[in-house]
């Protein structure tokens, strides 16, 4: 059965830091972190395949996406947080190689709540 355990969030001031954690059941080929915000769409925010990895511009030079493969634990490293950062995050991946080329993924945690004040 594949889990995704994530842990990490909080409340905190603007200008903190949150390093957020997603515990894997399996290997996966790509891992992500997306997140949503209420009244908006969910968005990617982070993405990693091997030594690839990518960002949503909003959080480029704050936030860092890694992978700790012998724990097989996925983190986001999360810094200089601003008020609109706050959503609920989640992480998301997928086996099929094809599906992460296309931002699809299979498996979801169950979301930790990040929420960033002013």
């Known amino acids: 059965q594949v889990q995704l355990v994530e842990s990490g969030g909080g409340s905190l001031q603007a200008g903190g830091s949150l390093n957020l954690s997603c515990a894997a059941s399996?290997?996966?080929?790509?891992m992500a972190w997306f997140r949503q915000a209420p009244g908006k769409e969910r968005e990617r925010v982070a993405f990693i395949r091997m030594d690839y990895t990518s960002y949503l511009d909003s959080v480029k030079g704050r936030f860092t996406i890694s992978k700790d493969n012998a724990k097989n634990t996925l983190y986001l490293q999360m810094n200089s947080l601003k008020p609109e950062d706050t959503a609920m995050y989640y992480c998301?991946?997928?086996?099929?190689?094809?599906?992460?080329?296309?931002?699809?993924?299979?498996?979801w945690g169950q979301g930790t709540q990040v929420t960033v004040s002013s």
């Open positions: 998301a991946a997928e086996f099929n190689v094809n599906n992460c080329a296309r931002n699809y993924f299979n498996s």
């Open positions: 399996h290997i996966f080929s790509c």
